[in-house]
């Protein structure tokens, strides 16, 4: 690590070069008054128009969308420089006198301009500019600006203030619209010339040359009001508390699975091991929910009663160590060989060097970079930050790496085929590096692409520009570790989901013919179900605290189908003699008997088919030696080996596909979780695109500091949802009803569904839409239902050398009768999908995070990430 050909020091070194060459001095250039690039001569021949609307339903925050309208002359002398590129000091400057105050630094951090905007098109005897902008009512005080606009916000009350850029001060207004949104003003000042629609209220000053002093007063509806209080004290803690919650109540479900495996006797050796790393996980995760969540409650409290700077520069310095115990916590789980260890040991120096003792390097004690920090305390800074990021990386690895070979995820090694294979120094300690510089690189220019957004109309020629853009480019440095452990810990519940895995393979190792988990793991496996393939629901306002809630109504929606299903599947039937259940005779021993039953069945009933076409009394005779053959293939043989008989209402071929593809519930479970995963990808494809791309939610990403990192995990643990739901469905595959995959499929998706309808219903109450969230379960239930008939496809692999397609052996299995529904059945999936993709067309429901406002993330649940 201190060498300098070293991977890891190469890659500061070079990253800090780049750093020190942004933030070198800036110009000297000065704007000068502001009064003289300002020239207002020919405005007053302008004519313009403003609008602005409350968008209050059908979202989380109130959405507010500002429109101006200006015709500018020709005759005014800044009007040419409006065709110039948006990155020309004449652009800003002419377009700055339309738009903002007499200033030349001005940055509007809740102003976000959709694509397009502002335009600036060609009119008889001049050119029009269109100005549109929006923002998000997001916080329960305070005010911004918004284009002509400014919102001033209260506890109840919200004021729309028009106030144009001075440089419109003599123009001809047209027309100003103002829409505060149902339930519609309470006062308006002056009086309106008329009322448009429901609620807008319109003014048209004919003949006045000074804007007409607007002011709308509204009080919107108490769930738009509750959700921008989100940073206030109680509403922000309570909020937290049911995040930490969540993960508290599955930490207690883990604790209480693995002690019941540890109580029963006949527990084997790597079912104790198993419980062991149940337990170790549950004190770990409860550990990491304190120190990354906890803090945050810390430091509001502090901040409320004590003094509120000394507080923020605290939080800052003890986010590094802070950072570091969580990254120590999971390294400790890991439990990795030596080597890996030393390598986090290198990592924490400069870690702990940089937080302990910070004036050694030129740092203030709040580690905050004064704009005249010396070149030093930037590369230290800079090395602290970048190796917490690495250590936390190290430390999620180890423990991946740990519970995945506990799953069987793993191969052995080569030179231990029996010994588990160690996470690996060479392989891992470049990869982590590479993963830090990209995830490093993608914060920087996010942080770099949010300063232009904000700043595209400030004056460059200005010396003030570079020392703001230098102090806040330094400020993103130092919220680094705050911002990355908040977005890391969020996937956290991936760690959980293999941990779970581990303790049922270990299970599923002892009793190979159990068709389901046993009852001592049957918490375990509920759990599973919330944590891997459930949404992330129960957000109302939002505020967290009912999320808790909605774990366990994901196991117990799991649970209601399994015990509904009861008699209703093929293998709870009773045989017709002894009364006996059936999937008691349903042995891996007979596999071969009944899959070849079921072959000639098959055939027998394709002869059948053939014979109906002639019906002459030689067909009727064979016709008949072949239904005294079906009743020979349905005699059967009890536990006992006393002969017996299928119940009626079930045949051979409903026994074969009552199996699944394998004889254990674990096999079925991984043999579902395979096929799944190939299914699942184009549905991811799907889901990310709604819900990382389409729309405004690619706007947001690409400015949120950890937006790019955030859609590529995306991608994997939406592909996590997706294996999670196949291992459920093959796992539960005896224990559901239905003959055929696709109605087994059916209800593992009722009970995906089941929660997200309960959500739905709250949304609803709430008014604040319902996302993606029927998009997410229509894909799932499509995902599913391939999975079902590929498992059932699966069944008679044995058989596809016989046929010249899967197509072909899809047809006997099936018949053509059923095999027409199933196709009917996934055209309507895709049909109800695309119009959904359609319906739900605005994704702009909801403001950007709150890093991109200076300081750190807010601190994440407890939750499972899909949704």
Known sequence: MRSRRTPFACVLTLCGFVLCALLGP??????????????????????ASASVRLAHGGRVHTKVTAGLTVHVPSSWEHAKSLLMSEDTDAYREAMGCLTRPYESQHRWWGEWRPDGSPAVRPEKGGFGVTFDTFSWIDEATGWFRLGPWKVELGAAR???????????????????????GAPGALSAVPAPTTREGATALVWRPKGEKAPPAVAVRLAPGWPRSFAARDDRLLFANVSIA??????????????????????????????????RTVSDWAWVSAGLVIAVNGDEVLYRVARAVADDEDWYDREQ??????TLGAAVLLLAFGRPRRPVLWAGAVLAAPVLAVSGVPHRFGLPTSLELPADAPDRAVYALFTAQGSLAALSLLGFAAAVWRV???????????????????????????????????????????AEREWRRISWLSDRRDGAYDAQHLEKLREDLTWFSVNFQNWWFWYHWLITGLVILAALRAAAARDTESPVAEPADRWLFLLFFPVMVGLALGSFGNNA???????????????????????????????EVSGERLGATVTAARRGDILGRARRYREIHAMMRRLEAGQSDDDILQRRLLEREVRGLHTWTGKGGAADRLPSQVSVVDVALAMGPRDTWWGNGCRGALIACLFGLPATAVVVWSGWIRGDNWRAGIHYVLGLPDLVCGLVIWQACWVGAGFVLGALWRRLPGRRGPVKALAVAVAFALPAGIDALGNLLMDQGYGDTGLHVLTMLF?????????????????????????????????MRYLSLQLAYLVAQAVAMVTLWQFFSDTGGGPPPKEFEGGGGAGGGGGSGHG
């Not at 930490?244 to 207690?252: L, N, Q, Y």
């Not at 160690?422 to 993963?435: E, G, K, M, W």
């Open 26 to 47: 800036g110009r000297a250039a000065a704007a000068g008054d502001p009064a003289d690039w300002c020239d207002t001569a020919g405005l007053d021949k302008a004519k």
């Open 158 to 180: 919200w004021r729309l203030l028009f106030e144009p850029a001075p440089g419109l001060g003599r123009v001809d207004w047209t027309e100003i619209l103002v829409d505060p």
């Open 242 to 275: 049911g995040g930490v919650t969540w993960t508290f109540v599955a930490c207690g479900i883990l604790l209480y699975g693995a002690g019941k495996v540890r109580r029963r006797s006949g527990a084997t050796g790597a079912e104790r091991r198993a419980a």
């Open 317 to 322: 310095r003890l986010g590094l160590p802070g």
């Open 404 to 446: 995945a070979r506990d799953c069987g995820l793993v191969r052995p090694s080569c030179e231990a085929p029996h010994g588990p294979r160690d996470l690996q120094v060479r392989y891992a300690v470049p990869v982590i590096v590479l993963c830090t510089a990209a995830i490093g690189a993608c914060y920087a220019m996010a």
């Open 545 to 575: 605290l009912l999320e808790p809630l909605w774990l366990v109504l994901n196991m117990a929606a799991l649970h209601l189908v399994t015990v509904v299903a009861g008699s209703r599947t093929v293998l709870d039937r009773t045989l």
């Open 783 to 815: 995902v599913l239902t391939l999975t079902g008939i590929a498992l059932d496809l699966d069944i008679f692999r044995g058989e596809r050398r016989f046929w010249q397609s899967r197509f072909g052996l899809l047809l006997s299995v099936y018949q």
